[in-house]
């Protein structure tokens, strides 16, 4: 789901590069984010988006906003601003 979009998105910008110690937090984590129910019919959208908010909470830089267009359909959208401003964005997108 969304976790991995997140996971992918930190990766490509450097934030805590060949850092065991952040493998394993990471590693925690994602077992954490498994344990929710996000599988249709019936997902967990405020645990899983919860769980999104507070991790990218935890990650210097990463911003996030929860959108809803459709009453109980929450998109969470977790930014990070890069450093150069001219260079091409890079979008990953989840969905459960």
Not at 18 to 23: F, H, I, K, R
Not at 59 to 68: F, I
């Amino acid at each position: 789901g969304v976790w991995v979009a997140v996971a992918v998105a930190v990766a490509l910008c450097g934030v805590g590069e060949a850092d065991a110690g952040l493998d394993a937090q990471a590693l925690v984590a994602l077992q954490e984010y498994l344990r929710i129910r996000t599988d249709q019919p019936a997902p967990d959208y405020a645990a899983s988006t919860e769980f999104l908010q507070r991790y990218c909470a935890s990650v210097p830089s990463l911003e996030v906003d929860v959108l809803e267009l459709r009453h109980g359909k929450p998109i969470v959208v977790c930014s990070l601003l890069g450093w150069a401003p001219d260079a091409p964005t890079v979008m990953l997108n989840s969905h459960s």
